[in-house]
Nanobody
Framework: VQLQASGGGLVQPGGSLRLSCAAS????????IGWFRQAPGKEREGVSC????????YYEDSVKGRFTVSRDNAKNTVYLQMNSLKPEDTAVYYC?????????????????WGKGTQVTVSS
């Protein structure tokens, strides 16, 4: 099982980035995919989750209205569109998979993790 997050980079405040999470080795259609982030000196926190059917979505309060999660099951890929980025969004972003909706956005509940991608918001 492999999850690979990509799309990070350096962006100015107010800018946008789209992260991608490519899944292989699991049938992503049946997994909940979560996006997490970890800033230096802070705990890993859940940012967003999307269920296998797209019917359920979760957003952490600080990203509501700015981030949008979506998935393309045909491509086994989940996206996180991040708009109106703020310096406090700076972190390493990870995607993870869980077999049950109740496990997301708890990092200890996720079954599989990918390597992270750095997002830096700075002028």
């Amino acid at each position: 099982v492999q999850l690979q997050a990509s799309g990070g980079g350096l962006v100015q405040p107010g800018g946008s980035l789209r992260l991608s999470c490519a899944a292989s080795g699991l049938t992503s259609n049946y997994y909940v995919i979560g996006w997490f982030r970890q800033a230096p000196g802070k705990e890993r926190e859940g940012v967003s989750c999307i269920s296998s059917s797209d019917s359920r979505l979760y957003y952490e309060d600080s990203v509501k209205g700015r981030f949008t999660v979506s998935r393309d099951n045909a491509k086994n890929t989940v996206y996180l569109q991040m708009n109106s980025l703020k310096p406090e969004d700076t972190a390493v972003y990870y995607c993870a998979a869980a077999s049950d909706w109740s496990r997301c956005p708890y990092y200890y509940g996720m079954d599989y993790w990918g390597k992270g991608t750095q997002v830096t918001v700075s002028s």
